[in-house]
């Protein structure tokens, strides 16, 4: 397994996880780099050792459950919410005190992990035939988009800008596109906006340029977008962003910043224009659910993005990659089993 600890990581070897009545031991063929364990890894400091990864995605190898045998595939998020508290009553989940403390065993950048039971009848779902194991583990990360769009209150025929066209981005995009409403994607890279237009996004553009500003204002009659998706970490960048918005527009942050980092705003342009500024970071079971279905008809397409794999030996290698953005995702292969299974 992958063990994080004072701002490093080290590959280690430990004893399989035991089982209790109603949970199963799955092995991981699939574990999506989300650029949260980047953050975590670079700027926070875990005296404690910790195994980070939860995108996970593999196949049951001993089950004392009911609902899986051992040999199917199976994909499962990290955190189950207790669905009854004042939290989960309000819509908060991932605010929820038993979300918070719930976790896989150790954790999805291991060759083996333990399913709790909570996670078993809640937050683990069989993976459908039409995907693979890579393409399965993009459920969390699409299921945080999921929600993030809910909470951002997009409708259809609404004109939203999403900077950063990363993976998140992309997921954004399209889920954007099958709500009805057009996108913008802004992004530097030109190989990023190339991958956006093949996925057919209403168009794309390196930044704030006349092009892009011509374009926002013909497709929303001069009004600005209804919505401004913001998956890049940039604090410059924010007041800028929220200039693009209509009056009762939103701009949803998706995105940590670094620990020492500040974000200057206009209080008056907030009042006197109604702006909303909604953040949201995780998913509930529901959304879960609801990403799974997009990924296995069809609605959303994830091969693009699953092309880059790594042994857990290799994750220095998946960082580098990541953090240079050479690659648009990293998935890590802790049990050297195909993932296209």
Known sequence: MLVSQDNGFRVQEISRPLLSDGEMLLQVTACGVCFSDVHKIRFQRMEDPVVLGHEVAGRVVESSAAKFKVGDRVVVAHHVPCGRCHYCCHGNISMCAEFKKTNLDPGGFAEFVRVPVEHVESVAFPIPDSLTDNE????????????????????????????????????????????GGKCIGLDLDPA????????????????????????????????????????????????????????????????????????????????????????????????????????????????LMTGHTFPLEWFSEALAAIESRTILKAIMTPSRVSSDQ
């Open 192 to 303: 990023r906006r190339e991958l956006a237009d093949s996925l057919r996004s209403t168009a794309t553009f390196a930044g704030s340029e006349p092009d892009f500003e011509e374009s926002l204002a013909s497709m929303t009659n001069g009004r600005g977008a209804d919505a401004v998706l913001l998956t890049a970490a940039n604090p410059p960048l924010v007041p800028t962003a929220l200039s693009w918005l209509r009056a009762g527009g939103t701009c949803l942050v998706f995105a940590s910043l670094h620990p020492d980092s500040d974000v200057t705003l206009d209080w008056n342009q907030l009042y006197y224009r109604e702006i909303n500024i909604v953040t949201s970071y995780s998913a509930s079971p529901d959304d879960l659910r609801e990403a799974l279905q997009l990924l296995a008809n069809g609605s959303v397409r994830v091969s």
């Open 136 to 179: 399965a583990s993009f459920m969390e990360p699409l299921a945080c988009c999921v929600r993030a769009v809910k909470r951002a209150g997009i409708q259809s025929s609404d004109v939203v800008v999403v900077v950063g066209l990363g993976s998140i981005g992309l997921l954004f995009m399209q889920l954007i596109r099958h709500a």
